[in-house]
């Protein structure tokens, strides 16, 4: 009983920051979004129960439904625009600073993480001269190396690269063959995948094919 209200309270801490993060992207990002819609209110409230459920650690749990709330407005705003607003990237770089902090240990993991992935999007760049991977991608896959470290980054763009590819292919399926892909709403997904279950996976694909 008292797990099903805390479950409920965060649901609905998150509900309500859900309602917050509308405003920000009207106000700011200038987005319009529905006023009758409640899915980015309630989207962001299952991200946090998510959370709460995979993270024991409150101090974790927390930065991790910040870095949630973080990745659902760069998917919005990406999907809408294809850019990922720098002051995005920013915030999700604190929040890897503060972890460094907190798990100093492993600082050399959370360093390499911030080049592990982003460098590879970043060759994918120059290759494509700035056609196939957008300079906020790039970013975004930087700082969320330095939350996550390097094994969990590599994760979060395998997920995301095979969710971006097996979802656009349905969209340009359905949608029309000239239909742009836009990249950031993958990438958030593959983070926020290897931010809670990274650990589960990886040791899963150790155990059966390490």
């Not at 797990?3 to 106000?27: E, N, P, Q």
């Not at 700082?143 to 097996?166: D, N, P, R």
């Not at 983070?191 to 990886?202: E, K, Q, W």
């Amino acid at each position: 009983m008292a797990d099903a209200i805390v479950t409920f309270l965060v649901f609905v801490v998150g509900l309500l920051t859900g309602r917050f993060l509308k405003y920000c992207i009207c106000r700011f990002f200038h987005i319009q979004m529905s006023k009758g819609s409640r899915w980015l209110e309630s989207g962001n409230g299952l991200l946090y129960v998510l959370v709460f459920l995979s993270e024991k650690n409150i101090a974790l749990a927390g930065m991790f439904c910040v870095c949630a709330s973080i990745l659902l407005v760069v998917g919005i705003i990406d999907y809408r625009t294809f850019e990922i607003p720098a002051p995005l990237n920013l915030l999700i770089g604190g929040l890897g600073i503060m972890h460094l902090f907190l798990d100093l240990e492993y600082w050399q993991t959370y360093l390499i993480g911030t080049f592990a992935a982003s460098s590879l999007l970043w060759l994918l760049h120059l290759i494509s001269r700035g056609k196939g991977m957008g300079g906020g991608d790039i970013k975004l896959m930087a700082v969320s190396g330095l939350l996550l470290g390097w094994k969990k980054i590599v994760l979060a763009l395998l997920v995301g690269a095979a969710a971006g590819t097996v979802i656009h292919l349905m969209l340009m399926r359905f949608g029309g063959k000239k239909r742009v892909l836009a990249f950031g709403p993958y990438l958030a997904l593959g983070i926020f995948t290897a931010m809670l279950y990274g650990d589960r996976i990886l040791d899963w694909y150790l155990l059966n094919f390490g």
